[in-house]
């Protein structure tokens, strides 16, 4: 069963560009979480969804946004980049969001802001 | 405010010695602390975890030792083979809602000299 895919696995943007970033869950698995990791902050969670529905968001600006299609593929945006938004954001899916439901871990997008 | 605190930041072992791992916490209300490992260019993959109605849990060559009345849990690596090189992240869940908000530590650098 193929892992969790990202697109793409680099990126590098300029401030005030917006960025989009793709994630494909590993199939079967409705539920996808995106995380930011950076050396300083380490791993941040940003949002879940499931069944399209943003289930849960950590504590980022408007400027992170993020949805889900009917085939649980889910893209994450971010607007106006700041030099702050550099970092390795990675997706995990899971089949559901009952209370143990492990999550599996795609190779992330190195996004730098320059 | 990191919900995890995780130490050290850096390990350095020989082959064949004992790597120890430490995480604290305040969030009484968590109840699921798994351990990530990272290798580069790669995102996390899941060790092993332990629920705090038990103080240990082994599995091969990785144990965590759980402390619920010190909210201190830890990782520990028997036989350390340069192989086990890598990062590795503590981490804790509430999952009552079963909402995916894993907090993490800020990570451990562990290198085993061959």
């Known amino acids: 069963k193929a892992g969790v895919t990202q697109t793409p696995r680099y990126l590098i943007k300029t401030r005030g560009q917006q960025v989009t970033l793709s994630c494909s869950p590993i199939s079967g698995h409705r539920s996808v979480s995106w995380y930011q990791q950076t050396p300083g902050q380490g791993l941040q969670f940003l949002f879940e969804?499931?069944?399209?529905?943003?289930?849960n968001k950590g504590n980022f600006p408007g400027r992170f946004s993020g949805r889900q299609f009917s085939n649980s593929r889910s893209e994450m945006n971010v607007s106006t980049l700041e030099l702050g938004d550099s970092a390795l954001y990675l997706c995990?899916?899971?089949?559901?969001?009952?209370?143990?439901?492990?999550?599996?871990f795609g190779p992330g997008t190195r996004l730098t802001v320059l | 405010q990191q919900q995890v605190k995780q130490s050290p930041q850096s390990l350095i072992v020989q082959k064949g010695g004992i790597s120890i791992i430490n995480c604290a916490y305040e969030n009484t209300a968590f109840d699921y602390f798994p351990w990530y490992q990272q290798f580069p260019g790669k995102g996390p993959a899941l060790l092993i975890a332990?629920?705090?109605?038990?103080s240990e849990k082994k599995e091969g060559r990785f144990t965590i030792s759980f402390n619920k009345s010190a909210k201190q849990f830890s990782l520990h690596i028997m036989d350390s083979q340069p192989g086990d090189s890598a990062t590795y992240f503590c981490a804790a869940r509430w999952s009552k809602t079963g909402a995916n908000n894993l907090f993490f530590g800020t990570g451990t650098r562990l290198t085993v000299i061959p």
């Open positions: 995990a899916s899971r089949t559901g969001t009952t209370s143990y439901n492990e999550q599996f």
């Open positions: 969804y499931f069944s399209e529905t943003q289930r």
């Open positions: 332990i629920r705090p109605d038990v």
